[in-house]
Structures are given as C-alpha cells and as structure tokens.
C-alpha cells in the first residue's frame, strides 16, 4: 500500500490550504483514513480521522477551533484520495502534515494504530 500526500504550501494566517492523499496498491475503501502533523521538535500529533466503515469523522481539538469547520477530512472513494481542507490557517499550525492509513474497527487517533504511512507534505502559516 502507497499513500502520496500533497497540496501543502505557504499561506498568511487566516488563509487556506487543502490537502490531498491518494493511496494505491490495496482496497481504499476499507480503510480508516487519518492525518497527523508534526511541528520541529514536537512529538508527531493526530488531526483528524474517517472511517471506513462508517464514514464517520473525528477531530482533535486543536483544531476544531472556535469557528466550525476549521478542519474537515472528506474522502472519495471513486478516486482512492482523502482530503484535509483546512480554514483559518494559524501559525501554530505550521507542521509536516502526514496521512495514514488502518485497517482497525475502532476510531484510531494514534500513530501507532495506523499501518501505512504517506511521505508528509509541509504546511507553513506565516503570521
């Protein structure tokens, strides 16, 4: 299974940026389908996940932000690609963001639940 991130870029704060990954190489749709960042000496972090099964998401709360839908994962399956739009851009989330894929039937928000991993694709908010 390959996961190719892409779509990250520079942006001024209060911008936005969407993300894509694209996996190949086995059934996309039986997987849950999650991002992660990591900022420059910072433990990696998760940011959001969708499920396979139900298509349900979840987000961590840093980026849920006082305005709804800072962040919203979405998927197609047709086209085997997840997506992370993200809106109100700050420069706390300046980081290498990855995708991740598993094959579990609980809600996976650690790195360590997930079995493949894309290459990550930087994402810097200037202020």
């Known amino acids: 299974v390959q996961l190719q991130a892409s779509g990250g870029g520079l942006v001024q704060a209060g911008g936005s940026l969407r993300l894509s990954c694209t996996v190949s190489g086995h059934t996309f749709s039986s997987y849950n389908m999650g991002w992660f960042r990591q900022a420059p000496g910072k433990e990696r972090e998760f940011v959001a996940v969708?499920?396979?099964?139900?298509?349900?998401?979840?987000?961590?709360?840093s980026v849920k932000g006082r305005v709804p839908g800072r962040f919203t994962i979405s998927r197609d399956n047709a086209k085997n690609t997840v997506y992370l739009q993200m809106n109100s851009l700050k420069p706390e989330d300046t980081a290498v963001y990855y995708c991740?894929?598993?094959?579990?039937?609980?809600?996976?928000?650690?790195?360590?639940?997930?079995?493949?991993w894309g290459q990550g694709t930087q994402v810097t908010v200037s202020s």
């Open positions: 991740a894929a598993d094959r579990g039937t609980t809600v996976p928000t650690a790195a360590w639940q997930y079995d493949y």
């Open positions: 969708i499920r396979w099964i139900s298509g349900s998401t979840y987000y961590a709360d």
